[in-house]
């Protein structure tokens, strides 16, 4: 699926009054019982809590672990947590492990503002200004503004990790990951180094079944699977529930609308997961169609977009028709063929029948192929990609109008139901 719906998220304000105020409450609270006892007043004993953060000390952490993923030195990474915190020291050492796997350049951290003063241990967040690039793969830096948890340890401040925060949590800062690399394909999963090997087969499978159609797509393919559903909707930064039906998307790496963002594949591990063999390499070789296509920020109508993904994807696939479209044969026989092809309302990740949608746009698609050949389905696809508008583009390439297409579609469609 592309993402041309899930676009950028509104900006999120940050509270620091509210927390400085409760600790100035707390501090008046004291006092106020110890004024009220019999006893001889003592006063508290200072301690060291900050009533703020310190914005100088957290940027220092930060550079130095950038240093530490440039240089690769997962020691010096884990020795920003906190002495006491082994996991958060291990997680550190992993994202070093992460960079070097991936091939981490342009890696910078600038700390933007903190998000409330520390809690009673000390702990707080903060955004963070992030870049990255995956070399070899990505031609341009992701940038996202993402969460630091910082943690006041006496003379420093250290790091527990990143991520959360209702921000942009990009899959190799969140945790570790499996990486398989050829080259032509980047995976790495948040998972078993089984759940890689299966990732990573879909996609070298899919780039070959995308260049029989695209032969001059020649840039790489990079898919990122999250540990789970609720991961993936962290790493797009997603409202919860916006991909429970989806398989898999592709958008730009770091959320962004940027026309030359890097653009990867996203898969959601609790759907793509389900699927048996077949159904997942369609998938994914839909979403490598895309990659390759310029789907992500494309103004295509959306029947022409993901009906064309498809198209590529079930090319070579040797499955009857009542089969791979079944979902819109059931409903036609339902309720009849749809007066018109599907809009962009139709394929909204909660649409009850996405699915049919999604088969009915390959119909239509698969139907300029088969009736004026696949150069003009391709060149009809370039030509509204580029700005033509589709009446115009269609005549154009196929030689037909969009009403005949039409009920050509129809037609199929009732001649299916039967």
């Known amino acids: 699926m592309s993402s041309l719906d899930q676009r950028a998220k509104a900006g999120r304000p940050r509270w620091w009054v509210a927390g400085l105020s409760l600790c100035l ?17 003592v006063a508290p004993a200072p301690h060291a809590a900050r009533a703020s953060v310190e914005p100088t000390l957290a940027v220092t952490t930060l550079a130095e672990l950038e240093t530490a993923v440039r240089d690769g030195d997962r020691d010096a990474a884990r020795e920003l947590a906190p002495g006491d915190d082994a996991d958060a020291g291990d997680r550190l050492a992993a994202l070093v492990a992460n960079a070097q796997a991936l091939h981490v350049v342009d890696f910078s951290l600038r700390y933007v503002d903190d998000d409330g003063a520390p809690s009673s241990d000390g702990a ?11 070399r070899g793969f990505d031609t341009v830096s992701a940038r996202a503004e993402i969460s630091a948890q910082l943690v006041d340890d006496g003379d420093r401040v250290a790091l527990t990790g990143f991520g959360g925060d209702d921000r942009v949590s990009p899959v190799w800062l969140s945790g570790p990951v499996e990486v398989r690399r050829t080259s032509s394909t980047l995976v790495l999963v948040a998972g078993s180094a089984a759940d890689a090997d299966r990732y990573a087969a879909r996609a070298r499978a899919a780039v070959p079944v995308v260049r029989k159609v695209l032969p001059g797509w020649r840039r790489g393919l990079v898919v990122e699977v999250p540990a789970s559903a609720r991961a993936l909707e ?22 962004s609308t940027a026309p030359d963002a890097p653009v990867h594949v996203f898969a959601n591990p609790e759907v793509f997961g389900s699927l048996r063999h077949t159904g997942a390499q369609v998938v994914m070789s839909h979403e490598a169609t895309h990659v390759a296509a310029g789907a992500w920020d494309s103004r295509t109508p959306l029947w022409l977009l993901e009906g064309f993904a498809d198209y590529v994807a079930l090319r070579d696939v040797d499955l009857p028709v009542d089969r791979s479209a079944a979902q819109i044969i059931a409903a036609v026989r339902k309720s009849g063929p749809p007066r018109t092809l599907p809009d962009a309302a139709a394929f909204g990740t909660r649409t009850p029948k996405l699915g049919a949608t999604y088969e009915s746009a390959w119909l239509a698609c698969r139907l300029i192929a088969q009736r004026y050949g696949e150069p003009a389905l391709v060149a009809f696809y370039r030509a509204v990609d580029g ?16 009403a005949q297409l039409t009920a050509q579609w129809r037609t199929l469609l009732a001649g299916l139901a039967r």
């Open 25 to 41: 409450l707390v501090a008046s609270g004291l006092l106020a019982w110890s004024l009220t006892r019999d006893d001889t007043y």
């Open 124 to 134: 707080w967040s903060a955004a963070v200004d992030a870049t990255w690039r995956f």
């Open 234 to 255: 962290q790493a797009l930064g997603a409202d919860p529930g916006d991909y429970d039906q989806i398989a898999a998307v592709t958008t730009s790496a770091d959320g």
């Open 387 to 402: 700005g033509q508008p589709v009446g115009a583009a269609l005549q154009a390439e196929a030689g037909v109008s969009v």
